[in-house]
């Protein structure tokens, strides 16, 4: 991934970064009197815009580019410098940046490429100017990006070669991909949504993604959060910083690379590794970010964001002037988990009062098409009065026999009372300028206006899934008394890297982290073994031990099921003729048949921590791969998200005169297992295969660990 | 459901429809000066709109309306007419309809409501007037309707009162709201693309939604048909025409009412019996229809349907000038089920020697921003050429540094030749007329643009899919040789409707038809009982048979797995002793463990046949709801995919060392089941609960059949 050269930089303050975001002067190193060129292209934005602030066009032959007085090099502008365009060749940007430290800039925004995705020589390059501006302090934003956009009238900063001129609004965008960046901008522009900041940071050598989030969380003129990547450089840093942000506000994320083709599209683009990620999805569902697959519907969603209340709850009130249009939202709000709820009696007495006799009084709220603005009005009223709605969708078709900007005029005078979130499918012929004036009402008065149900229906249903983001608390992972020393001691003895523990090992680290785990014994000689199962009660497991046996099951060196001592003794013979082994141990474990089998485990994922996984055992794995994923560290709330989760999750429960298992045991183990990879990142790979989960408690049966 | 009662009626043929859409006259009964109200606004959009034919406004008062020559009534016009608007009170159409019969009129649209959405009142009118229409041979489409459009030059008949005027093109809708209908109208104006014929028949009393299918698979300039619906009136009519129709050309269709909310919603408005409703998702399937759950999705692809060949494969080469948004289409098409293969040796040869050297050459081809007309035109070209290459997805954003236009030209050329269909997601920035010149050579030149990579994706994977419908072919059912009379016998002597048949009958019934049933008998005395366990075999299930014994099972009148003589005398004496019925009969049957359980079902649906349920039986089925359906008559080629599209469907292969089932027994179980209920459509409902399957072998164990 880009720039991971930067994992141990301190956290970028936001006030550090106004020079990048509200710079008050500008210089473009490389200005261009070439039109077309980037050097060209970026001072005719800034102008065209409506910079506020100083423009410097910094080249050593032109006197003046666009008619804009230009200096030779930065050394001979006068006047301070906050931010500085550099779009010269790779090799002389360390230079440059040298340069930029001792003229005092602030920011720079590096354009051109070159660097670290191209190659050893542009890593060195890059790492060589990295250094020089650590060295003055100076912030470096890419290289290898598009830069920055300010849409704040106060400044204008159009810091970018892009096409589009955004009109000021509260949604702000970060994007790691420039080509996807500008076609999400492009597209907020053409649903008139408005927007904040812009930012684009290609290789991301210095200022990360993380600091661009972090300055929009603090900015108070940004509502809403659109944020578009392939994977991250460094998550933790990203959690710890959206985790803040995403409580203030709305995150609308995506992340691109989730089929293995589509991964191996971003690695040749990017230069990561391919293999499909799923931790970054795991991230932004513990960090409370709206996760969208469609890039279409997150900007959508975008525009009921930056203008609506959040609801403070599921349950939807329709009112439309159509038919057809209400049944489509209503099949897909119920998708999206929210209900259509009966109104209440009185409810329903005022509507019998205010709506035409041949209007449908219910939910949908059908005013039909002759219904006009006072129709509309009453509806509207009800349902904001309705305890048992907690949002409202509209369905308006412009029919030509009607009022339509009064029926507007009256669902804006409601929205601006925001009560409860209000979408509006708005069904009309945008080319008839008497329907373009019913627009615009809606628009100035800040409804969220969309062309299908089903597109309206998503984007509340997207409000709604913020909504359940900030009521859901997985609280702090516990931390349960565990026998530390033991552990160290274990852990610290095996030294080499890539190696599993053997079985005592594993399980005396279980039981010290309070991992029930099936009773068992590690012995010597035959003797020891029937002595051992003698002391843990039959039935018994035996395993051969020995480090020429790693697939002991294959090779016959597990029994189950062995019922008295005189099983014992003869299967344990057999195992000791057959391996022959001068280091072969006896393992003996209580046999435990008739749970519930699941099946645990964890893999350790790099700068993030482990991923946990549980799933129930058998069939289920093999034939419906029905496990799930969390990350560490997993907390009570998380733990039962797991059991809750899996398809099979009835199972759990008990059907068909089966008992149920202790769910509670389960979680535990999950919470235990979790701190124990939490405490020792250097734990690689755990399997707990099977865990037995009976009425009344769960043990971990059979478990290998990679250190 | 609108419409039922024209089931009986011939179809209509496509000649007789030409009056409806090819009118050369038009009378407007209703007609009204008033602006705004109905009788006014056709008149306006027909004239608006450039109706080639000729306008009667009938009218009793007025000598003119809208500076056309109005009548008192249809007899005062000299000429012939062929279609006649009625938009008068629902009382006097009767009376209008045998106007109408008499002028030699041949179609009529009534867009007036209050027929059978409103009560018996309306029901009444509305058989009046059929039977009047039908006595003189007047095609009527409507009640309650918008009315149609035909765009061709040639008539411009805009025969609705909606405000949308489309240009003419390939695509034509039928919908049955006309709220739906229209906004999906719209959205084909605003993605410019075209329209042919449009239709809304509202309560659809003679011309039906099938009927309308008939002609525009007929009609040479629809090349692809939208069709949303909120169910079938009479779906055996509907499957007889699209059957044929999605031959020729794609259907892209979208049915509301898919969840309970939702369709109860679709209930309130249309009169219809609420319930979510499968079989119409099944009619899709079983039909070749492209079914949408989204009618966004549904409209942009249809852009794609209107402009380009069908792929004859899944493989799709992909040309870029951005990274981002290659990887989002390459997740977006290979979820739908489409490659991206690596291109041939050849092909990276010729791309070697003409992209830039900064372009990355694979799959996708990336041009990088800077490559212009040439380097898009030989990546195009390679494509086309590489035979594992099937489809092409561009993604061309309008860098400020390129000759866009050049590259327009170049999509064109290829895409001219139809050699492969071509999908371009195209971002730009629409509001720059330097812009919207390469948008309009594109468009122009045919090739489907959109503005977000997973839409455009989306598309491709919907012409992919119309492949699949069109090379996939489900067969005729096969006919086993059967014994009837035995069944009909059985049939027969079971008058009573909504019974059960006896334990008996259901296996003699069952056998007849040749499905395997596990051995048994049904017998009268305790010593019987032990006579006829004895001819069958240990281990037996032995059953208390008698009329007053619903649920035998949870009262103790089930024993299974009983052993030898001992046991059933034991049992059966216990049976007899408790319920003491004069009618008690004991059923004996062969008990056989150890299979894989699976269940049956069927279903009767009225007007339609049998929905027919397969899955896998006990936890399966509880926890996981893992069944799937079909309609009948089920074929070969659907049985088995029934037996492959169940989630847990590795599981009849065997897994874990057990063995897998016989599928070839099991699908001809389904195929006999779907004879049975094809011969006897009076059987509303089978429970074929166990099926137990074995490796050479399945077996009926328990069923129940409702008559």
Known sequence: MNGAVNMNDPKISAKELDSLFKPKSIAIIGASSKDLSIGNVIIKNLVHYGYTGKIYPINPKEPEIRGIKAYPTIFDVEGEIDLAHVIIPSKFVPQIIEDCGKKGIKSVIINSAGFSENGDEGIALQKAFLDTAKKYGVRVFGPNCQGIINTDPQYKAYCDFTFTFPEPGAVS???????????????????????????????????SISDVLNYYGEDE?????????????????????????????????????????????????????AGVDISTELIFEKTGLLSFTNEEEMCQASMAFSTQPIPKGNRVGIITNTGGPAVIATDELVSAGMQIPALSERAINILKQTQLPEATIGNPIDVVATGGGSHFRSALDVLMDEETIDSVFINFVTAPFTDTDEVARNIVEVNAKRIKPIVCNFMTNMSLERFQVTAKILKDGGVPCYSFPTTAAKALGALYRYHKVQNRNIGEP?????????????????????????????????????????????????????????????????????????????????????????????????????????????????????????????????????????????????????????????????????????????????????????????????????????DYPQIQEMDLNPIMAFEDKAFVVDARIKI
Chains 1, 2 share one sequence.
């Open 478 to 678: 516990k931390t349960f008394s565990v026998d530390k020393s033991k552990a160290d001691s274990i852990i610290s003895t095996n030294k080499n890297i890539d190696t599993f523990l053997s079985s005592d090992k594993v399980y005396e680290l279980l039981s010290a982290y309070g991992i029930p785990v099936a009773d068992w014994r590690l012995v010597n000689s035959v003797d020891d073994a029937i002595k051992a199962a003698k002391e843990i009660g039959f039935p018994v497991v035996l395993k051969a031990d020995a480090a020429s046996l790693v697939h002991k099951s294959d090779m016959g060196g597990v029994a189950i099921n062995l019922k008295n001592e005189d099983d014992v003794k003869r299967v344990a013979t057999e195992m000791k003729n057959k391996f022959n082994a001068s280091d072969l141990k006896f393992f003996i474990q209580k046999f435990m048949p008739g749970g519930r089998e699941l099946i645990g485990g964890v893999s350790a994922k790099k700068d993030l921590g482990h991923l946990i996984m549980f799933g129930i055992g058998g069939i289920y794995v093999e034939v419906l791969k029905d496990v799930v994923f969390k990350l560490s560290p997993v907390t009570q709330v998380e733990a039962n998200e797991m059991l809750s989760s899996i398809k099979a999750t009835k199972l759990l429960d008990g059907v068909r005169g089966e008992k149920g298992i202790n769910k509670k045991s389960v979680t535990e183990i999950i919470q235990r297992i979790s701190q124990l990879v939490t």
């Open 173 to 207: 965008i970060v994007a790691l991909s420039g080509g996807v960046g500008a076609f999400i901008m492009q597209s907020l522009f053409d649903l008139e949504i408005g927007m904040r900041y812009y930012a684009s940071n290609g290789n991301a050598c210095d200022i």
């Open 221 to 273: 003129g940004t509502k809403a959060i659109i944020l578009y990547t392939e994977g991250l450089s460094n998550p933790l840093e990203f959690m710890e910083v959206v985790k803040r942000v995403a409580k203030k506000k709305p995150i609308l994320c995506m992340k691109s690379g989730r089929t293995e083709e589509g991964s191996k599209a971003a690695a040749s683009h990017t230069g990561s590794l």
